[in-house]
């Protein structure tokens, strides 16, 4: 069934293509965004994908206190006295899960997110022979925030999930994946680890993306993989005796695995790591993956108002700008947490 756009009401007579007879009734056409070839980025893969915006928009406040947050960001002076590109203090805690190869706890302001990593082997696929397989899944708590109570929570942990995938795992070919798939290996065509990631909302203030982001790439700094021992006594076409250690790990390599830095605008300016009171005012939003060598893995825009192409790149060079210094400071962030256990 043909559906109308968003916000037009079809009435009134209609012509043999099926729209109102009368321009006046019909929809605007949808925006085109054209990114010129000339643009150079230092990129492993970029993709501009589309997002439903978050649920947050649905805090509900007050016209002066909407008026209150717009004009604070306009003035850079948030609410709660950050800057425009200032984050929130952020905790981290590694080894929370016990069952699992690697977890974190990552607290960002009052979003707390909980990532856990789970190897187990398996078989590569026919198209990837020579690689690993990874699976992201997000869970957002009923108890997390209002808007989770019933379906709500479903809809949006299937959307963080895919945003996830998009941002760290590449296209379907697996080429420019953050993580390195190849590295999953045991025995080509026919051994591989499979890990499971797994991100749980506990509490959620805003920025969801960027906090799950940042506990997975700790989760995956505190994953162990155990050592295999390979059988060479099997012919090609048998199944490969394995044996697999329960002493000896292997340290998961994290030196590629992105950031997320989402940034909103606000009016005329962009914000970083956003509350819920500030997500529930913006007109469009710019997700970028960036790793510490300044590389862009991946890119989703969410909200319904559209954006020019060159503040896309602006955007984008301001992310890869803010992301070194979030990566630094999780940097020092893991190796205290590591300190501690």
Request: charged share 20%; aromatic share 4%; proline share 6%.
């Amino acid at each position: 069934m043909r559906q109308s756009a968003p916000g037009f009401q079809r009435n009134g007579p209609l012509d043999s293509t099926g729209l109102p007879r009368y321009p006046s009734l019909r929809p605007p056409p949808p925006a085109r965004i054209s990114i010129p070839r000339a643009a150079v980025l230092s990129s492993c893969c970029f993709r501009l994908r589309y997002a439903p915006a978050a649920p947050s928009t649905m805090v509900g406040l007050s016209e002066g206190e909407k008026h209150f947050i717009r004009g604070g960001i306009a003035q850079d002076l948030r609410t709660d006295g950050r800057r425009r590109l200032q984050f929130r203090a952020i905790s981290v805690e590694t080894g929370v899960i016990l069952q699992a190869n690697g977890s974190a706890r990552v607290r960002l302001g009052a979003t707390e997110v909980i990532a856990t990593v789970k190897a187990e082997l398996g078989k590569p696929s026919i198209l990837h022979p020579d690689k690993g397989k990874v699976s992201i899944f997000v869970d957002c708590s009923p108890t997390a925030a209002p808007m989770f109570e019933g379906r709500g929570s479903e809809e949006f942990s299937a959307e963080l999930s895919v945003a996830l995938q998009r941002c760290l795992l590449g296209g379907k070919s697996g080429a420019g994946a953050a993580i390195d798939l190849s590295s999953l290996i045991v025995i080509d065509g026919k051994v591989c680890w499979d890990l499971y990631i797994d991100g749980l909302v506990v509490s959620s203030d805003g920025n969801l993306l960027d906090a799950l982001a940042a506990a997975i790439k700790v989760a995956l700094s505190d994953t162990g993989i155990p050592k295999v021992n390979v059988s060479l006594s099997a012919t090609t076409d048998e199944e490969p005796e394995v044996d697999v250690s329960d002493e000896e790990f292997l340290q998961f390599d994290t030196s590629s695995v992105p950031v997320i830095v989402t940034l909103m605008k606000v009016g005329k300016h962009y914000i970083v790591d956003a509350a819920s009171e500030e997500e529930s005012q913006m007109s469009s939003a710019v997700s970028v993956s960036v790793n510490r060598h300044g590389q862009i893995c991946g890119l989703i825009k969410r909200g319904g108002a559209g954006l020019d192409p060159t503040v896309i790149f602006d955007m984008i060079s301001v992310a890869k700008h803010v992301s070194q210094q979030f990566i630094s400071v999780l940097d020092s962030e893991i190796l205290a947490a590591e300190a501690a256990r």
